[in-house]
């Protein structure tokens, strides 16, 4: 699987950006799908995640209630829509495919393909 990471740029605080990530490859409906996010100096950490069939979703506590995630299996596509954005969430946006289990999905060791990533810049 390979994973194209699009949609970022520079914003200000408030605005909203929606994130594409595009994968090749006919399995990408058997993956879970993750967004995880670097800011500089910082240890990658998870955003969101949807699972392989779109029922269950997760996010992370700094998100949960202005990012929603979401997949189009049709056409090996998964979103990120982040609204009201902050200055702290300024960094370099991954999407991410993995097949493990729940306890792992959180982390980077639980997916195995990766996108280029995409920088999201939030000014104050």
């Known amino acids: 699987v390979q994973l194209q990471a699009s949609g970022g740029g520079m914003v200000q605080a408030g605005d909203s950006l929606r994130l594409a990530c595009v994968a090749s490859g006919r399995a990408f409906s058997s993956y879970h799908m993750g967004w995880f996010r670097q800011a500089p100096g910082k240890e990658r950490e998870f955003v969101a995640l949807?699972?392989?069939?779109?029922?269950?979703?997760d996010y992370a506590d700094s998100v949960k209630g202005r990012f929603t995630i979401s997949r189009d299996n049709a056409k090996n596509t998964v979103h990120l829509q982040m609204n009201s954005l902050k200055p702290e969430d300024t960094a370099v946006f991954y999407c991410a495919a993995g097949k493990a289990g729940y306890m792992f999905r959180r982390y980077p060791r639980g997916y195995e393909y990766w996108g280029q990533g995409t920088l999201v810049t939030v000014s104050s």
């Open positions: 949807v699972t392989w069939d779109g029922v269950t979703v």
